[in-house]
């Protein structure tokens, strides 16, 4: 694809240009009355280009958006001259429907975009009927006053004068309106909320560290999860081994040595994962824990049990059954991922074994030591409820909690604002997970955790998001998502590692560290009513009735500086400083920036800017 293909753009306003399909088309151009300019672009070949556009001549990045009808559509850049793929979109409306192709910077892009239809059978009507370049992150083609909610009388309104879409995009400097009543309290706000994964918790190495151990008495989580993977592997072939020499026991000595040496000052509940079970347990090979072997590893989890309360007397409250065990169990076994039916119905899914052997352990753990707390499934899957309500039916009489993990992404190149959506979703799993086991048990209170979440699944991805602010963005957002839902507790993976962690494997600590410091220094308390206007700036505000602050977080989730206009009730009423914690990449190399602000010119009002991808803590003393 060259420029000579591209049309010209046919509408350009500050911050955004549309472009017709039909200004050059690579295909049959039809006719529409509900089409943008009255014709869209129809080509019946599967992964044929439809539409190809040059980028507009002014803007460092954009987020693509493209209207389409019946076709799954894909986004290609031409970066070097060279095509390159990037965002599916894999729905077939039937309708007209904007859909959105992520954020790309001029250089990933190259000089021009070509939009291609996906595989499949389509209609006569089906198409592409024109794109967007938007500079903002948080424009919408279907806004600014359209009454349609698929955009037709918005293009209606473009079509007759371009200028329209202007306030939409001076939105981006436009303040966004927060407003705070510090007077309702819609929740109570404990450390637990804000708690971390110890992956490396088990390593001698950390366990003798003191910069490590004071790492995690600065990020304060008020629960430590040890897990590891490679626990159920000899001491003495891995650091993360926790089982003796022949591998069919534990290592007494080491599990004492390490959970003697991280006793932390601040007292966080401990919660111990029991990933899986030793080899020898699976003498076939197949990945499943042999059925004659069953009781056998309940007796072995319960040794583990005797090792920590009562040899060592460490008082940990609460033991994790299997970890992941989904995967291979239950969505191995059926078609799409997990969702679907049985990819063959005489091969009926495992998933009832994973809940018996869960019930098994669970009694044996809890004749060792009564007073404990006994949870699963620790699943990798937080989205297939179906598979939840079964285990947890199974298992209800020895289900004292009940955990999900989630993750937002495979790829590095998911855009920004994609991540962020999905850890807004974290609270959807959660809030689904709170419904369900009110639903299996109205009577007993079962706490959910959502024990492990970041942004991608796989560590080979190695996202860099997830080691700068971008991921202290993902964690704050996560945080506020998952409090908000009904979450017990929410532990973000990990603390410290080359991938993942919230410091380095030199123990320096990355912004995710600074997040977690403010949220479980000043985000403890009484959560009290926010409003905030638009997607672009999530607000959340705790008031602490012993400490005597009150603490405004602002998270700017997109890539343009965000003002906000913050109007409260009740207190602060400006008569005092007050301090502003800010975490962004600009400022200070991504370390927070602590300054001490004039009281309001104006009481209970206040205006601030805040940098893009940033977070933002604002903290009023009575």
Known sequence: TTNTLAPLIVAETAGTSRVEAEAAPRGAVREDKEASGGKYVHVPGDYQPVLTAALPKTGDAFTVWARVRGTQAQLKGTPGGVQKEYEWSWDKPDKWKWVRFGRHTRAELGDSIVIIRGSGAVGDSDGVDCLVFATDDGYKPDAGGSTAPDGTAFLADFEKSPAIVAPIAAMSTAPVAVSVDWTKTEGKVTPTHYSLNLYGGFSEKNAASPPYKANIEYMAPGMVRYHNAGKMQPSSKSWEGCLNEAGTGWDRAKIARILAALRFKHKPAVLLNIPSFPAGMDRNSDGFLDTDQWDAYAALCADFVRIVNVENKFGVRYFEITNEWDGRYFTDFRENGGSGGLKDPARPDRWDEVGEVYNRCARAMKAVDPSIKTGGPAAARPDLSGMHERFARKTLPN?????????????????????????????????????????????????????EYNISWTWETRDPRMTNVKGGVFDALTMVATTRAGADSALSWNEKDGVYGKTDNDNNRRPGAEVFRLFNTYLVG??????????????????????????????NRTNTARMVNATFTGRPTGAKPYQKVEIASARN????????????????RQLWTLPAHSVTLLTFDR
């Open 526 to 555: 009484n959560r009290v009513r926010v409003q905030s206007g638009g997607d672009a700036v999530t607000a959340y505000a705790v008031a602490n009735t012993v400490t005597k602050r009150q603490s405004l977080l602002l998270i």
């Open 589 to 604: 190399g991504e370390k927070p920036t602590t300054t001490r602000e004039m009281p309001f010119a104006k009481p209970g």
């Open 399 to 451: 289900l004292d909690f009940f955990s999900i993990h989630a993750y937002a992404s495979g790829s590095a190149d998911t855009p920004d604002a994609d991540v962020y959506d999905r850890a807004i979703a974290m609270g959807d799993f959660v809030k689904n997970a709170v419904a369900l086991m009110k639903k299996v048990s109205p009577g007993r209170k079962i706490p959910v955790f959502l024990d």
